[in-house]
Each structure stands twice: as C-alpha cells, then as structure tokens.
C-alpha cells in the first residue's frame, strides 16, 4: 500500500491552508489561483522544487511575491511553508489502517510531493516500510516513474500495490501504470480495511 502525506495521513489540506490564510488575513481566491496557475503551468517552479531541482526558499520567495501582487501588501517569504502547514494535524484513522496493514503482511509507504517543508520523520518510519519524498528521489506525481519507483522500493509490481491520495490528478497517474488507486474520501478507511480483512494479495 502506498499512501499520499498531506490530505491522506494528515485531515483535508484545505482545513491546513485555511487556518494559514486566516492567520494571516489572506484570500482564499487569491491563493488558490496562485496554486493553480502552478500546478497547471508546465514544469512550473513548484514542480521543480518537488522534484529537488530548486530550493524551498525559491519556491517560498515565488509564493509571497504572487501573493504579494495579488493583495497589493507584503507576504514575508522567510518560513512561508512552515506557517503554511502549522496547522497540519496527523490522521488517526489512517494511521490505524496503516498499522492494521503491517500486521496483515502488507509492505507499506509513504510517496508525497515535497516542497522542502519538514515532516515528522520519526513518525513516518514508525508507520511505514519506506518513506518517499519527491524531493529526494527526484520524481513527483503524477509523473508515472514516480509510482514505479515506489513499487519498486517495495519490492512489488504497480500491478500489485494500492495506492491512497486526495487529488484526482495523482489517483489517474497511478491508475496509468496498473494500480488500483483509491482518492481518499469518508468510505476510503471502510474500504481499505475489507481489502485488507478479506486477504487480498494487494500491498
């Protein structure tokens, strides 16, 4: 089983970056089409700091000055991503299943998009088999070798693995290579854990 970071073993990224804007006293609709300009723009600067290429303080220094133009006051660049995700809180319900899937003989891991910020690495080798920062391994979702690369670190085939994210474009990416890829949503638990207590051979 592979499952995404923020969204999947954390509660809803959109709850995280509300509570960001509200401190902060920024608009929704501005960072939202800040964060879309960037997903959709080919091989934008937030992909090339997923993927290691530029570095967190780049991306950091990018956001405020869009930020910045579009509500006509500064945004401080200096630790943006950490106050970004300040409010990011671990999901127990996840991280029970994950621990359920261990004891059943699923290999498991985490595969996030980084964008530098710091994780609880502890608590990620305490959940998984193998922790999988875009960053590091210089391959980002929705990118296909990036899924092939994460069955790989688990010692399976695509085919064989089920794969756990929030964003539809990363749950189509690894249906594109065979696996059998779930967006999460307030069945995903339930249906996780029938997988697993019928014996399924998926990991």
């Not at 261990?102 to 530098?116: D, E, F, K, M, P």
């Amino acid at each position: 089983m592979v499952v995404d970071w923020g969204g999947v073993l954390t509660q809803p990224v959109e709850r995280i970056f509300h509570a960001w804007l509200a401190r902060e006293r920024l608009l929704e609709t501005h960072f939202v089409a800040v964060m879309t300009d960037l997903h959709n723009q080919s091989d934008s600067i937030l992909h090339q700091v997923e993927r290691g290429e530029v570095s967190r303080e780049a991306l950091e220094r990018e956001f405020a000055a869009r930020l910045t133009e579009r509500h006509d006051r500064q945004v401080e660049p200096e630790a943006l991503l950490e106050r970004m995700f300040a409010a990011a809180e671990v999901n127990d319900a996840m991280v029970e299943v994950l621990g359920y899937a261990r004891n059943a003989g699923w290999r498991t891991a985490v595969l996030s998009n980084s964008w530098g910020n710091a994780y609880d690495e502890p608590l990620l080798e305490s959940l998984v088999d193998a922790v999988l920062l875009s960053d590091r391994i210089g391959l980002r979702k929705p990118e296909p070798a990036c899924y092939e690369f994460a069955a790989a670190a688990l010692d399976i085939s695509p085919d064989a693995c089920v794969f756990v994210d929030d964003l539809r474009r990363n749950v189509r990416g690894a249906e594109r290579v065979g696996m059998t890829a779930l967006r999460y949503g307030e069945n995903t638990v339930v249906t996780l854990r029938e997988l697993i207590e019928n014996g399924t051979t998926w990991t």
